[in-house]
């Protein structure tokens, strides 16, 4: 069925290029990406790709200097090895944040990225909820930017009745928690906030009816977990019964799982983009799905030349 496909996968999320592989029928290719003892990255590929079309499953979280030269490395193995396309899959595309200047001298690191793994080899990007859309327009090689939607909609709609709002925990994630409360004939409500500093929110008022409603704060990624621990205060002072989280990225940095135990949250819905270590599985709140079956389907559909925009939901 995929004579010419094969897929590879640095150290950074194995379980998710394991089940991706599962999905497709097909067994995850040998590679050895290690390092040496002053700590460089080296790789190599452990089978044939001459003219193969190859994907490399690379997230590119914590640590993320090491994740980004781990996939530069493959990259650059696999177009020596004449592999005939390569497919750089990014389940979370780190420095997503970066993406534009916010100040005098400095960089767009997004940028840099794009044309680093341009430049390394890749054909096309494969990735899933960018921070930023605008990012695509970063690279000069396709980019499908895929939405973890339909797994946390299956989910959210199994597992909820009626009486749901859904939460935008800042102004610029509206368009994104409209999209879903209007997929499941949810309210809709809004924090307002204002962030000092970086990594430091401030929630100052909510927009919208939460009075007695089940309210899930949706969002594409949960970092330091402030903004959403401050929503789920806020929320609930305004009359919310029960607060949940949902997110694609449990990026989870440092107070994170401390900040997520002690809140009004009652659950926090993940998926496996990136994988949780020792620590994050100690959080008892946490309830992870898996998007192998979407970045599977979608990578049939590019190995088949077929369209990739009715994931896009």
Avoid: W
């Avoid at 650059?76 to 997503?96: C, E, H, N, W």
């Avoid at 928690?177 to 008022?205: C, H, T, W, Y």
């Amino acid at each position: 069925m995929f004579e010419k496909l094969k897929v590879f996968s640095g150290n950074s999320n194995i379980p998710l290029a394991v089940e991706l592989c599962q999905h497709l029928g097909i067994q995850l290719g040998r590679a050895t990406v290690r390092t040496f003892s002053d700590k460089e990255i080296a790789a190599e590929i452990g089978e044939n790709v001459r003219g193969m079309d190859v994907c490399v499953v690379q997230s590119t979280c914590c640590p993320p200097n090491d994740n980004l030269m781990e996939l530069l490395i493959m990259l650059d193995a696999l177009k020596r090895a004449s592999a005939g396309t390569i497919t750089a899959v990014m389940p979370y595309f780190g420095y997503a944040r970066q993406d534009r200047k916010i100040s005098p001298r400095v960089p767009i690191s997004a940028k840099l990225v794009a044309d680093l793994i341009t430049v390394a080899g890749a054909n096309r990007v494969l990735t899933i909820e960018l921070h930023a859309g605008q990012i695509q327009g970063f690279f000069d090689i396709p980019v499908d930017n895929l939405y973890s939607n339909p797994v946390l909609f299956d989910f959210v709609k199994e597992k909820f009745d009626d009486g749901l709002v859904i939460v935008s925990p800042d102004t610029g994630g509206v368009e994104r928690a409209r999209a879903f409360a209007k997929r499941l004939d949810a309210g809709l409500a809004i924090i307002d906030k204002r962030r000092p500093q970086p990594n430091v929110s401030e929630v100052m008022n909510v927009v919208g009816d939460v009075k007695n409603k089940t309210a899930i704060i949706f969002d594409d990624m949960i970092d330091t977990a402030g903004t959403v621990v401050e929503a789920a205060q806020a929320i609930t002072e305004n009359g919310a019964r029960e607060v949940y989280a949902c997110c694609t990225h449990p990026v989870l940095s440092g107070k994170a799982i401390e900040r997520l135990n002690d809140s009004l949250i009652k659950e926090v819905i993940v998926t496996n983009t990136i994988p949780l270590n020792e620590k994050k599985k100690e959080c008892k709140k946490i309830h992870v799905l898996s998007v192998a079956s979407l970045l599977g389907e979608a990578v049939k559909r590019i190995y088949y030349n077929e369209s990739v925009s009715a994931l896009f939901t």
